[in-house]
């Protein structure tokens, strides 16, 4: 069996200053060639990375090089994630409300998973897809 070429593409990390603009540099990134935009989901990245659309095509092994990784990281940090569970917490149901507390305290205590952190969880569930740093 044939093996498939590897992609390659790159993500501007410092144009990476909170949530909004990592779906814009995603968009650019893997979106360019579609006329729709991916929405800011962390479920509609997950999907992304199956392939099949935009720029991954399914299957296809691809490197992620992010250069200034550890700006991204920063903007999609501690900050980032605590602003986006308080917008959430009046949403809050008997579902829901509990761990978003729970996760806004433990951010607040210096500890938690950052939102970067969860995007970074999302690309190591995709074993054909490398995220390195550039």
């Known amino acids: 069996m044939e093996e498939l070429p590897t992609a390659r593409f790159v993500i501007e990390g410092s144009a990476v ?3 909004p603009s990592f779906y814009d540099e995603i968009n650019r990134v893997f979106m360019a060639g579609e006329d729709w935009r991916l ?3 962390l479920d509609a990245l997950n999907d992304l990375l ?3 659309y935009g720029a991954l095509p ?3 092994p ?4 992010w250069k200034d990784m550890d700006a991204s990281r920063a903007a999609l940090g501690r900050g980032a ?3 986006l569970l308080r917008g959430r917490l ?3 149901t008997i579902f829901n409300g509990s761990p978003i507390a729970s996760q806004i305290e433990d951010l607040e205590a210096g500890r938690g998973t950052t939102y970067f952190d969860i995007v970074m969880d999302i690309f190591a569930d995709h074993p054909k897809i490398t ?3 550039g």
């Open 17 to 19: 200053t909170g949530i």
């Open 90 to 92: 009046p949403e809050r």
């Open 58 to 60: 399914g299957g296809q």
């Open 39 to 41: 929405g800011e989901s």
């Open 81 to 83: 994630t605590l602003a």
């Open 50 to 52: 199956y392939g099949g």
């Open 62 to 65: 691809a490197v992620i090089v």
């Open 131 to 133: 995220v390195v740093p």
